[in-house]
């Protein structure tokens, strides 16, 4: 088993852990911060020597990477999670075609980075910002996320501000994934290696 996939499925895990997150706003109003945290803690390690070091490591990645094991095990308990990884992957390309988007979406995540180093990435302040800038880039491209959930909570400034968040952490998780020779293809011809993987993270 090589190391590529030990990295591809971390990617994958943090992909999986922001938008586990997501569906949790989204229907109960709070995020689990030991979660969240490892995920948008991600979004601002933009030079990080490895795939752990962006992550923060199996441990702090094992709800991820829990969730990523039942799918391919065909025991996943929601189904809507797969389908928005899939949709993130979809955005990710599309966002990674689009330089200007790119450009701002680094831009933003320089600006916040004191403020995150200061405060905390899950700091309401932070998350804020990072919805913005989510707001402002990455949701005008397609596919778009559709989230789905309690209008209640929903139609809250600081659920929605999180949800962005997050949104961003898997988009970031996505382009790791991308950047470490994942492809869409390796969902049907590689999952041997990836359940191998996960194994070793999962002891």
Not at 37 to 42: E, I, K, R, S, T
Not at 176 to 184: A, E, P, V, Y
């Amino acid at each position: 088993m090589s190391h590529s996939y030990d990295d591809r499925v971390l990617a994958l895990a943090g992909l999986a852990q922001a938008l586990q997150q997501v569906r949790r706003i989204a229907a109960t109003g709070q995020s689990e911060t030991p979660a969240a945290q490892p995920v948008l803690d991600a979004v601002f390690r933009i030079d990080a020597s490895d795939t752990a070091a962006v992550l923060g490591g199996a441990r702090q990645l094992e709800p991820g990477l829990r969730a990523l094991a039942d799918y391919l095990a065909n025991r996943g308990n929601d189904p809507l999670l797969p389908r928005l990884a899939l949709a993130t992957l979809q955005l990710e390309r599309r966002f990674s075609s689009q330089s200007n988007t790119l450009a701002a979406v680094g831009n933003g995540i320089e600006e916040l980075a004191p403020r995150a180093a200061e405060l905390g990435s899950t700091h309401p302040d932070v998350l804020a910002g990072l919805g913005t800038l989510y707001a402002d880039t990455i949701s005008h491209l397609r596919p778009r996320i559709m989230v789905q959930g309690n209008p209640h909570y929903l139609g809250q400034a600081g659920v929605v501000s999180e949800i962005r968040a997050l949104l961003l952490a898997a988009v970031r998780s996505a382009l790791l994934w991308r950047q470490l020779g994942g492809s869409q293809l390796q969902f049907l011809f590689a999952r041997r290696a990836m359940v191998q993987a996960l194994g070793q993270h999962l002891r």
